[in-house]
């Protein structure tokens, strides 16, 4: 319909808008609003045909003058240019607030959140999930409108009903009924068969076994996420560049246990923090490292040794897209309950998927606690550019002698696994033993 002869409609009487006859229509227009002998009028029905047409035209010409912007990958981080996109949060047709996340990119370290620069709709989905994309790249294109509410919102209750005559009201309460051609007609005697119902298959998870074992001889093949691809690189490459050496102890938790029963609540109500083991494991390590400077050094470029005079703990968090070492920085100057609530945060925003790349960035020791899940003896890996990783175990009650008696006592493995190729044995023994000192004498970590 022309421009023309809508500005003819518009002006008419709208009784005219609501007349069944098209003859009847153009006896009742005034004279100043009956169409030229070459228009046909259109008949409306029904006033709601008369909006949704206005509304329909409204929303087009709107979609045409919106402004369209492009939204791409954003930078990451220094050491990651790529990552795999895989998740779209939000589908062509669907309105995004500004600064919401609208995809999800899954890197070697972290999930990379796409967030909408400004409010609009998706007109278009650029990229494929799966798909590998780069820093810059464009992922979603999507239209600078504002959100149509008006179009959006249905109509009253009353002016539905109303609306509706008694046939159509009889017709939306028919069911259904599919055709069916003579082939497919049931013949005599016989009961026709049913459509079996088809049950979407589950997407196999990546980083486990897709169902519960069920005997069967069947395969299934996932593809390795880059985080766990990335992990299974750094643990080769750890392995085929240092001089794994791992030395063993045990010490008696009997005084930290004791400790920790005195003093969980107060800490707990105080700072809001759980008191556990992992504190007072990385307070009696900060201080053996003071004494043991190179078993918080580095390698260089193979031939230059780096002595750092912070301490930069890496606490190993198990995730369900694989493992992570958030950082805890300057570790030298925190008391116990500071390094717990420290741990705390960073295994929480692990768990939740919110680490930054400022969180896994550095460390200079890593501690590895592997007797959360119950394992009592272990060797762990080195966290390669560092050169050494201290593991702790379970707490177990076992038979000791003490002073000449044999006692039950809870006691804890810990293992040092070093980069033999700077440090001695001699140093990885004496850190062990300073460790093993200051866990049995809570005490002497006050005033070293």
């Known amino acids: 319909m022309s421009r023309r002869s809508m500005h003819y409609l518009r002006g008419c009487y709208p009784r005219a808008l609501r007349t069944t006859s098209a003859q009847h229509a153009s006896s009742i227009l005034p004279s100043r609003c009956r169409l030229p002998s070459t228009v046909r009028p259109i008949v409306f029905t029904q006033k709601k045909n008369w909006q949704s047409l206005q509304l329909r035209q409204f929303s087009a010409s709107a979609l045409h003058a919106a402004e369209t912007k492009i939204i791409c990958v954003p930078s990451m981080a220094e050491s990651i ?38 409010s609009g709709m998706i007109t278009k989905l650029i990229v494929n999930e799966g798909d590998t994309v780069t820093v810059g790249q464009a992922v979603i294109e999507i239209s600078l409108e504002e959100r149509d509410t008006t179009s959006q919102s249905p109509l009253p209750p009353q002016a539905e009903q109303t609306s509706k005559t008694p046939q159509e009201a009889t017709q939306k309460q028919q069911i259904p009924t599919r055709e069916i051609t003579p082939s497919q007609e049931p013949k005599k005697g016989t009961t026709p068969t049913p459509t079996p119902k088809t049950t979407p298959q589950p997407v196999p998870n990546s980083q486990g076994p897709v169902s519960a074992f069920q005997g069967s001889r069947s395969e299934t093949k ?4 880059r985080m766990r691809l990335r992990t299974a690189e750094r643990l080769k490459e750890s392995q085929n560049t240092a001089a794994f050496l791992t030395t063993f102890n045990e010490a008696d938790m009997s005084k930290i246990m004791a400790l920790r029963s005195q003093n969980k609540d107060d800490v707990l109500q105080k700072h809001g923090v759980k008191l556990g083991f992992m504190g007072p494991v990385a307070r009696a390590s900060a201080l053996a490292l003071r004494e043991i400077p190179a078993i918080n050094a580095s390698i260089e470029n193979d031939d230059t040794i780096v002595f750092h005079d912070y301490i930069d ?11 992570v070492t958030p950082v805890l920085r300057n570790m030298e100057r925190q008391g116990i309950v500071e390094i717990e609530q420290g741990i705390a945060e960073l295994g929480k925003k692990a768990r939740d998927g919110k680490l930054t790349m400022d969180d896994l960035v550095g460390g200079s020791f890593t501690i590895s606690n592997s007797g959360i899940w119950g394992s009592l003896f272990g060797t762990p ?36 696994t070093y980069d033999h190729r700077l440090v001695d044995g001699r140093e990885a023994v004496t850190f062990l033993t300073l460790v093993k000192k200051y866990l049995e004498d809570p005490a002497s ?3 070293a």
């Open 81 to 118: 240019s790529e990552g795999v996109l895989s998740t779209f949060n939000r589908q062509v047709g669907d309105y995004v607030e500004q600064d919401e996340e609208v995809a999800s990119i899954e890197t070697d370290k972290i999930d990379v959140a796409v967030n909408a620069p400004q």
């Open 445 to 447: 970590m006050l005033i």
């Open 381 to 416: 890996i080195i966290n390669i550019p560092q050169t050494a990783v201290l593991g702790i175990y379970g707490i177990q009650q076992r038979p000791v002698a003490i002073d000449g008696q044999v006692e039950i006592r809870p006691m804890m493995y810990t293992a040092l």
């Open 313 to 323: 703990l890496s606490v190993a968090v198990a995730t369900p897209k694989g493992l």
């Open 222 to 225: 996932v593809k390795m996420s």
